[in-house]
Structures are given as structure tokens and as C-alpha cells.
């Protein structure tokens, strides 16, 4: 292997896929495009996550896709045959509410949502009041003469994640209350160009909207999903794992990986998600994990 093949990380083998399972602990994996594709479970990634559990390795699951709280991820996790506990998931829609409880983020202020029902769901378990949400996406925004568009002056944090019921009402809510409400802060639960939203394509992530909303409001969101290294934090709190004995396994480069190597993870990339192999050997790229593969089972069938 040449040094510049070798600086682009290992390749998943027969050779070192022990090393990597015997020096790590604890494996935290993405969700869409490593363990499913939209509803459909990638082949052999139960097997995988099977075998892991059977070598006593700590599994957690880091989520960007904020349309699910942690509880109704545990359901998806069952439908699909595997059994997962809501302690082992960390979603960005947690993740949000999470850092409002971190700010001490005054339960008396309610929060405007631009997402799904996940936000709405981990706000109301951390005690806070969420409004906005799908309900919006039934509403209008009107243009007429001397109509003052109202919104909540109450409102002290605006939370922009996928949403799949996005309409000119709550981009205009949104940025009502970021520019108008003082001290209004714009969360944003990632910045995801794109996502596995079914098994067969890629749709628009929850980046769109979040760039929708900087567009309006001239503002940078504080940014609680991977890369950032916020749920990190959490994590390390929860199960007092020293990162070194941490690997990151995700099918994303700017996201996965990176927030893997901020937090001083070892990092595994697989390609039956976002990146593909040619994005991820072109000369541009300069995002490398330790290892990459094809998919997660790999690391059954190499052992």
C-alpha cells in the first residue's frame, strides 16, 4: 500500500477486522444507510449488531434524523427484530432538548419547532412546552394588505430538524421569532444535505431547512447533531467510556466520521449509505476514517 492509499485509512480485512473489535468497548452506529434504508433493514447488519452484543461490546446508536424520539425509535428497532433499549439511543431530537435543560433554558418560554413529532416529544419529556410542528403544516401564510402576520412573543428558542411538512407559514413563524423575540435562539438538530428517507433514494435533509431559516434570519444555528460533538458529551457522562475504546461506525463523511475523530473515536466507514466508494477515494475528499467497508455485516464475514 502506498502512503497515500495508507493515509486514506485501512480497508476492512480478514487481517484486522479482529484488532478493531478486540480495541473497542463500545460501538456507536449511525442509523439510516448503515443499520436500515428508510423501513428496510440492510442485510446482515442484525447479524452484525448480534455478534457484537455476544463479544460483550456497549452498542449505541446515534441518530442526525430527528423525526423519531428515542422511545419511538425503540419501537422501529423491534418492528425491524431488533432489540434495542431507549437508553442505548441518542437522536438529535433528543439532543436539542437535552441542551435547552444544559442552558438552563427557562421552562416558562415555549419553543417553536420546525420538524416532526420526535422534537415535540423529547421537549415535552424534558419539561418543556413545544408548539408549531406538523399542526403548521396545515396552515397558511397569506399575502394581503395590511395583514400583520402574529406569532408568539412567548417563544425564546426556535428548533429547525427534517420536516417533512415544511411550508412558507412556518419558515415566516420561524424567522418572526428569531428576529423579533429577544435573545430568541435558533437551534438546529443537524445540517444534513440529504438522508435515506426511503430504501430507494435520497431525499433533502434537514440541512434545507435549516439553511432556509439562516437565509431569512441572517443568523448560524447552534448545531446539537454530529458532526458537533454536543451528544458526545452525553455519552461519555452516561457510560464512562474513555473515547480511545470508542468506534464510530456511520455511512457519512461529514457527519459520522467527523464527529467520530472530534471526539478522538476510532471511525469505520461503510459505503451502503450516503458516501460512495469513488466520492470516498476522490482526491478531493480529505475526510478519512481508520477503516472502511461495504457494509456492516463485513465484520462478521471477515472475522
Same mark, same amino acid.
Given at each position: 500500500m502506498d502512503d497515500a492509499a495508507a493515509a486514506r485509512g485501512e480497508k476492512l480485512s480478514s487481517g484486522n477486522v479482529n484488532h478493531l473489535i478486540?480495541?473497542?468497548?463500545?460501538?456507536?452506529?449511525?442509523?439510516?444507510?448503515?443499520?436500515?434504508?428508510?423501513?428496510?433493514? %440492510?442485510?446482515?447488519?442484525?447479524?452484525?449488531?448480534?455478534?457484537?452484543?455476544?463479544?460483550?461490546?456497549?452498542?449505541?446508536?446515534?441518530?442526525?434524523?430527528?423525526?423519531?424520539?428515542?422511545?419511538?425509535?425503540?419501537?422501529?428497532? @423491534?418492528?425491524? $427484530?431488533?432489540?434495542?433499549?431507549?437508553?442505548?439511543?441518542?437522536?438529535?431530537?433528543?439532543?436539542?432538548?437535552?441542551?435547552?435543560?444544559?442552558?438552563?433554558? =427557562? =421552562?416558562?418560554?415555549?419553543?417553536?419547532? %420546525?420538524?416532526?413529532?420526535? %422534537?415535540?416529544?423529547?421537549?415535552?419529556?424534558?419539561?418543556?412546552?413545544?408548539? $408549531?410542528?406538523?399542526?403548521?403544516?396545515?396552515?397558511?401564510?397569506?399575502?394581503?394588505?395590511?395583514?400583520?402576520?402574529?406569532?408568539?412573543?412567548?417563544?425564546?428558542?426556535?428548533?429547525?430538524?427534517?420536516?417533512?411538512? %415544511?411550508?412558507?407559514?412556518?419558515l415566516q413563524y420561524g424567522t418572526l421569532c428569531i428576529r423579533e423575540n429577544p435573545g430568541c435562539l435558533f437551534i438546529a438538530t443537524n445540517r444534513d444535505a440529504v438522508g435515506h428517507m426511503t430504501d430507494l433514494q435520497e431525499w433533502p435533509g434537514a440541512g434545507c431547512m435549516v439553511a432556509a431559516i439562516c437565509g431569512a434570519t441572517e443568523k448560524e444555528p447552534v448545531v446539537v447533531g454530529k458532526?458537533?460533538?454536543?451528544?458526545?458529551?452525553?455519552? @461519555?457522562?452516561?457510560?464512562?467510556?474513555?473515547t480511545s475504546r470508542m468506534c464510530m461506525v456511520g455511512d457519512r463523511l461529514d457527519t459520522d466520521i467527523l464527529f467520530g475523530q472530534n471526539a478522538g473515536c476510532k471511525t469505520l466507514l461503510v459505503f451502503s449509505g450516503v458516501t460512495t466508494p469513488s466520492a470516498f477515494h476522490d482526491p478531493s475528499n480529505h475526510t478519512h476514517p481508520d477503516y472502511y467497508t461495504d457494509k456492516l455485516f463485513d465484520i462478521v464475514s471477515l472475522m
Open positions: 478486540d480495541s473497542v468497548d463500545c460501538f456507536l452506529f449511525d442509523c439510516d444507510g448503515v443499520i436500515w434504508k428508510g423501513d428496510t433493514l %440492510i442485510d446482515g447488519s442484525k447479524e452484525a449488531l448480534d455478534m457484537l452484543r455476544s463479544k460483550g461490546k456497549k452498542l449505541v446508536f446515534v441518530t442526525n434524523n430527528s423525526r423519531r424520539s428515542r422511545s419511538q425509535y425503540a419501537k422501529k428497532f @423491534l418492528s425491524l $427484530g431488533i432489540p434495542v433499549t431507549q437508553d442505548e439511543i441518542f437522536s438529535s431530537s433528543f439532543a436539542a432538548a437535552m441542551y435547552l435543560k444544559l442552558i438552563d433554558f =427557562p =421552562p416558562a418560554k415555549k419553543v417553536y419547532v %420546525i420538524g416532526e413529532e420526535g %422534537i415535540l416529544e423529547e421537549l415535552k419529556l424534558a419539561g418543556f412546552t413545544g408548539i $408549531g410542528g406538523p399542526e403548521d403544516g396545515k396552515k397558511t401564510a397569506e399575502f394581503k394588505a395590511n395583514s400583520l402576520f402574529e406569532h408568539d412573543k412567548s417563544v425564546g428558542a426556535v428548533v429547525v430538524g427534517l420536516d417533512q411538512y %415544511i411550508n412558507y407559514y412556518k458532526p458537533a460533538t454536543f451528544m458526545m458529551d452525553f455519552l @461519555l457522562e452516561k457510560f464512562k467510556i474513555s
